[in-house]
């Protein structure tokens, strides 16, 4: 049952700030001002407490992407409930939806993946990631390979591992990261950072930067490199169609580990199953979360290439490591439950053919809007990078206020969108359909001409 208290919103406010310490938000400013409480959802839309309905362009937190209101996933969790709530899966022991779950995605999943070591979340993934392929070369025989590269303005989560691993200085400062033997290279951000290069060209400079990276630990020293296929939270970098095929090249010329973190782009988001189908990658460890349940209930994985499975299983006995709820039996079946609706409705096909190409298209179209530089999309996920002028490339300054202006007008007008800088982020659940898209493309512009508006730029 839902909370049935038929409370105000500025009650709901109220309790907020006296008990809530809410993730990433600035906690000084809410407790001076107000919450937004969202009370129900149906499809791509939500409800707050004010009765206002808002599109949701950014499927929750790029995770409801088979929508909202979906009864066979309720289902699916209220049945296991019933018949298992919880077992853990320590010490020899398994459950029938963490195994089916399993089989699943090595079903959807590249053929080198037949394994899964499940976690609760995108974060827990990671760190599990960097425990495991530092596990993997000591049972290799190459014990001095501990060092990790990743890049600057990546995301790989909030714990102590993931944020380390992700490239935010922001959240370095606070909590004294990263941790030893993470290494950050530029970010294949040809907007901001490709200078006079072509895209194709920068995309080949950024993926040098690894192999210097390499070179300046000693190959010998480095267990792996991390990365998004799309950069999510960071602005939806989208890299150069050079770049990830000369990422591929160094990691396997230095036998060097390449982890995907899919957690945003697994489970349909780029028209495939993976961003690394997308973009051609073969990594031999992939992360994955959010849209693995579509968000219902937290859970994530490592999916575990045969090499390093393998490994682990003839060579490494005990693997010192597991979560409480690794496997978690109403998690597991849950996401299996949303695979399968996945298949049912042939979604990935639909985004590939249908609404993607379509959401790219509208997209598109406001790249002519005068604030915007660049509108760039693959599949159901996009930004628009607004400039101060799109002739020379120049941001903003300060850099942030213009998305945060366009990001509040956009809610005001009933759109829900993110803002990382001055960049509009994008990410609708999958099912979101033609007109839904057309909705959520007029609101934006409107958005738009009301921030240029305020800000004097015709
Ligand atoms: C959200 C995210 C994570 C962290 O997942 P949590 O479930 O929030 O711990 C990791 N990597 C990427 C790319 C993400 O977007």
Redesign the pocket.
């Known amino acids: 049952m839902a909370s049935s208290r038929q409370y105000s919103t500025a009650q709901w406010q109220a309790l907020d700030r006296s008990h809530f310490l809410h993730p990433f938000t600035d906690l000084t400013r809410l407790n001076a001002g107000a919450s937004r409480i969202i009370t129900r959802a149906e499809g791509v839309y939500l409800w707050d407490s004010d009765d206002n309905r808002l599109l949701d362009g950014f499927a929750g ?2 995770c409801v992407n088979m929508g909202y209101g979906r009864s066979e996933l309720a289902v699916a969790a209220a049945e296991q409930m019933q018949q298992l709530p919880y077992y853990n899966s320590f010490f020899n022991t398994a459950t029938p939806p963490a195994l089916e779950l399993a089989e699943l995605l090595a079903e959807v999943s590249a053929p080198q993946f037949n394994y899964s070591f499940f976690t609760g ?6 760190d599990t990631i960097v425990r495991m392929v530092r596990r993997f070369w000591d049972l290799e025989g190459q014990p001095g390979r501990v060092n990790i590269i990743a890049r600057h303005n ?6 102590m591992a ?1 944020a380390s691993l992700g490239g935010m200085d922001y959240m370095h400062k606070q909590g004294g990261l990263p941790i030893p033997n993470i290494h950050h290279i530029m970010q294949p951000y040809w907007y901001e950072l490709g200078g006079d290069l072509s895209p194709g060209e920068f995309g080949l400079r950024a993926a040098a930067e690894l192999e210097n990276k390499i070179l300046e630990l000693g190959p010998d020293k480095v267990a792996a490199f991390i990365g ?1 296929p799309i ?3 960071g602005g939806v970098i989208i890299p150069p169609a050079s770049y990830w095929p000369a990422v591929q090249a160094i990691c396997k010329k230095y036998d060097v580990l390449l982890v995907a ?5 697994g489970f349909g988001r780029t028209g495939r199953w993976f961003g690394s189908d997308t973009f051609g990658i073969e990594p031999d460890l992939m ?1 994955v ?2 849209g693995m349940s579509s968000g219902y209930l ?1 859970i ?1 994985a490592v999916l575990v290439s045969d090499r390093v499975a393998h490994s682990l299983i003839k060579k490494g006995g005990e693997f010192a490591h597991g979560y409480t709820y690794s496997g978690h039996p109403v998690c597991a079946a849950v996401a299996a439950a949303n695979i399968r609706l996945m298949h049912r409705e042939g979604i990935i096909d639909r985004v590939a053919n249908d609404t993607g190409p379509y959401f790219q298209q509208r997209l598109a179209e406001l790249g002519e809007h005068p604030l915007v530089g660049e509108a760039r999309s693959v599949g159901m996920i996009g930004a628009l990078e607004l400039v101060a002028d799109k002739s020379r490339r120049s941001f903003f300054q300060p850099r942030g206020d213009m998305g945060s202006l366009c990001r509040d007008y956009a809610l005001a007008n009933g759109l829900i969108l993110r803002a990382t800088r001055d960049t509009m982020l994008f990410s609708p659940s999958l099912v979101m359909d033609k007109p839904q898209i057309d909705e959520m493309i007029s609101l934006t512009r409107l958005s738009l001409d009301q921030a240029a508006a305020t800000k004097g730029i015709a």
């Open positions: 937190l790029w979340s995108g974060s827990e993934a990671n990546a995301y790989h989560g909030s714990t993931g998004e950069q999510g939270a973190d899919e957690v945003i782009c992360a979360a959010k937290p994530g």
